[in-house]
Each structure stands twice: as structure tokens, then as C-alpha cells.
T-cell receptor
Framework: LAKTTQPISMDSYEGQEVNITCSHN???????ITWYQQFPSQGPRFIIQGYKTKVTNEVASLFIPADRKSSTLSLPRVSLSDTAVYYCLVGDTGSSYKLIFGSGTRLLVRP | KAGVTQTPRYLIKTRGQQVTLSCSPISGHRSVSWYQQTPGQGLQFLFEYFSETQRNKGNFPGRFSGRQFSNSRSEMNVSTLELGDSALYLC??????????????FGPGTRLTVL
């Protein structure tokens, strides 16, 4: 399973766009890139998943360059409620239901 | 659809005791995974069950076990509790999606405190 590296923490202000980058140099051909969000004392929540190029949903965008060795989660116009820990995961989720979580990025959104 | 439910939400035990935690997945989901979350080790995968069979297992001692019933409900058991077993235990359910990947839905967790 590919190891991921992401910043330990980030600070932002309400209304700003936040970009969290994750490095995964050993990503395999069958691996997808998935991001989860976790609030204190709650289970993680799926945000977005992608394989290549760009994926967008109602809450975020995921940018994946051609070499797929990194990915960037983009949160547009963050609010205070986006303060949470964000996890980047890489794995062949098509055949394995085992998620390997790293340390995550603790995002603090200030007013 | 109702989400993943876990019972109990909070539990206090003493060292040496055993504990059983329960998880009811989202209706129609056949895969149930269990995770342990602690401040020191973060979120760690325990095991995954699919159609009553353990399909994946993490690096935890044999004191941690689980099972899944025919209705996909799952239980995990920890025997001979140690202080270090104090953690938030999370259950997640999933089902293969039509986009070729699965999305795991987590429950609220069971907070276990071992005294």
C-alpha cells in the first residue's frame, strides 16, 4: 500500500480557498486516491475520490497530475465548520476494503 | 437510509475484563470494517468482514476478534483488556459502487475507557 505524506496542520480564514497537498510517490496502477474528513469524536466522512486529472463534487475538488505521485484537495470558500482533520488515502479500493489512514492534516479555519 | 449505528456509545471497563461492541451497517451493505483510534497511534485498521467471513486483518493481537452475522451486523470482542485498549472504536460499512470504488460510511464510534 502506498505511503502518503501530507502537512501536519494548516491555518486559513473564512471565505478563503484551501488547498491540501498529499504526496504518494509509490502509488500503484490500480490505486485510487481518497480523502476523508473527521470532526472530533466522530467517525471519518468520505469527501471525494479520484484516479486521475480532476474530480469535483458539491463540497470539494481533487486535482491529480499525470504522474499521480501527488494530489491536491481543494476546499472552496471554507467556513468555520470546515475545521477538521483531513486524511489522504491511497489504495486499491476496488478490491480491498482496508483503509490505511496516515496522520492527516489538521485544518483550522479562523473567523 | 439510516446510517451506521454502534452500541454502546460509551463504555467503562477495568483491566482484565472483556468487552463486546456492536455495529449495525447501512441496510444493504455487506462489508463491515473496524478501526481503533487513539491519540498516539491514530486511526488503525482492525479487521473487515464480508458475508460473515473475515476478509482482511490488521496488526492487532489475538485478543481482538470479531464476527459478522447473516444480517451483516457485526460485533467485535476484546478480551483481557489492557489500559492501552482505551480508544474510540469505529465501525464502517460499505458496498461496491457502480463507479468501480467503494466509499466507507463510518458510525459515531464506541468510546471505551479501561481503568
Amino acid at each position: 500500500l502506498a505511503k502518503t505524506t501530507q502537512p501536519i496542520s494548516m491555518d486559513s480564514y473564512e471565505g478563503q480557498e484551501v488547498n491540501i497537498t498529499c504526496s504518494h510517490n509509490n502509488i500503484a496502477t490500480n490505486d485510487y486516491i481518497t480523502w476523508y474528513q473527521q470532526f472530533p469524536s466522530q467517525g471519518p466522512r468520505f469527501i471525494i475520490q479520484g484516479y486521475k486529472t480532476k474530480v469535483t463534487n458539491e463540497v470539494a475538488s481533487l486535482f491529480i497530475p499525470a504522474d499521480r505521485k501527488s494530489s491536491t484537495l481543494s476546499l472552496p470558500r471554507v467556513s468555520l465548520s470546515d475545521t477538521a482533520v483531513y486524511y489522504c488515502l491511497v489504495g486499491d479500493t476496488g478490491s480491498s476494503y482496508k483503509l490505511i489512514f496516515g496522520s492527516g492534516t489538521r485544518l483550522l479555519v479562523r473567523p | 437510509k439510516a446510517g451506521v449505528t454502534q452500541t454502546p456509545r460509551y463504555l467503562i471497563k477495568t483491566r482484565g475484563q472483556q468487552v463486546t461492541l456492536s455495529c449495525s451497517p447501512i441496510s444493504g451493505h455487506r462489508s463491515v470494517s473496524w478501526y481503533q483510534q487513539t491519540p498516539g497511534q491514530g486511526l488503525q485498521f482492525l479487521f473487515e468482514y464480508f458475508s460473515e467471513t473475515q476478509r482482511n486483518k490488521g496488526n492487532f493481537p489475538g485478543r481482538f476478534s470479531g464476527r459478522q452475522f447473516s444480517n451483516s451486523r457485526s460485533e467485535m470482542n476484546v478480551s483481557t483488556l489492557e489500559l492501552g485498549d482505551s480508544a474510540l472504536y469505529l465501525c464502517a460499512s460499505s458496498s461496491p459502487g457502480d463507479k468501480g470504488y467503494n466509499e466507507q460510511f463510518f458510525g459515531p464510534g464506541t468510546r471505551l475507557t479501561v481503568l
